[in-house]
């Protein structure tokens, strides 16, 4: 296979025939073995793993494999490797490939869409309709690396050329796993209208995509800009990205609160990165007349929320999947540009030997730990702070 027709290696990174790639076995259960390295494809680069961020949708595929959908089914025992928050070193060129070069450092999108669906053709490639069809006779040609193809807690992977950005030689590593994160937030925003520079923004819930919200939100100009959240620690954080006040929802009234910082009438726009029952209910109830609301986390049960409100005041409502729509790309621009710095929410590294406590720590943010990232370079000390 390595002598595949068209592909491109290089004796500047090389590239063995094996690799160490950690696998779910039963639901919570992971191994790590020897796997074949990988050969890309038409319009797919080899990539030497560098770096992953271990994000929560890590911890749901590992414990319960939705919403990964791996051969078919569920990712169980199939030798799945998760993982999609990564960066690393383009180690070899599928054909067709010259946008990038081999010894590029590259950060990831997790979705490259199928190109021919609706949605693909235009541009919600993370929303594509051959979402998980891509195994036997059913190839649509989507791939969502971590979650229908594998992921990156190994040192090799394949991803589409649609999908890698190349990263500045002044970024770091850890940095560079946290783009797809802000990708997310920049989607979100990108959704409610894209142009929010003089707008009142609203940022419910202080995890690693409300915070980079925002600082996303906060680089595009709006104001003021709120951030709502239950830890003093991940607030002070926040007003650090750029939030102007933030709110502890323990023990202050949310809803009089974001009225009495941006007018009785409400907020322009508010995004939810908690998705609870009484957070959707809050953000509908903190927008203003025509205002808009985005569903940025993953709630774990049907919620109930104020239909009538919603309609009668003529509030938009929008969720997002990923980080679509190039969002990612302008994330890395904002980012390149120093316009935030988003390693304030990278707390804990790890080498990818230790990924099962690197994912305990990220599971009982043990030591108040945010953005847990996982290395294949050298690690000084298991518990590595970030710099």
Sequence with gaps: MRNAEGVQYSEAVPVPAKMKAWVLGDPDELNLIDKDVPVPGRAEALVRIDAVAICATD????????????????????????GHEYMGTIAALGPGVDEFEIGDRVTVEIH?????????RAGMYTSCHNYGLNYGDMNKGHRANGFTTNGGFCEYAINNVNTMIKVPDEMS??????????????????ELDGLVAGESVVVIGPGPIGLLA????????????VLVGTRENRNKIGLELGAD???????????????????????????????????VNQAVHMTNRGGK??????PKKPVEFDLGYLAVNNIY???????????????????ADKRFDATKVHTHTFPMKDLPEALRYA?????????????NKEVSASKAAAE
């Design 59 to 82: 911890l749901e595929v590992i414990s319960y494999g939705t919403p990964a959908i791996f051969e078919g089914g569920a990712p169980f025992n199939k030798n799945f490797t998760p």
């Design 112 to 120: 490259a869409g199928c190109g021919q669906c609706k949605r693909c």
């Design 173 to 190: 590593d850890a940095e560079a796993t946290l783009v797809v994160t802000a990708g997310t937030s920049m989607y979100g925003l990108t």
């Design 214 to 225: 925002v600082a996303v939100a906060k680089s595009l100009g709006a104001s003021p800009v």
């Design 245 to 279: 006040v933030t709110i502890d929802a323990r023990n202050e009234d949310v809803l009089a609160r974001v009225k009495e910082i941006v007018g009785s009438k409400g907020a322009d726009y508010v995004v939810d990165c908690a998705g609870s029952e009484t957070t």
């Design 293 to 298: 609301v985005c569903l940025a986390a993953f």
């Design 317 to 335: 409502l929008y969720g997002i999947r990923g980080e679509g729509k190039s969002a990612t790309h302008r994330a890395m621009a904002l980012m």
């Design 363 to 375: 599971r009982e943010r043990v030591d108040d730990a945010i953005k847990v990232v996982v290395s």
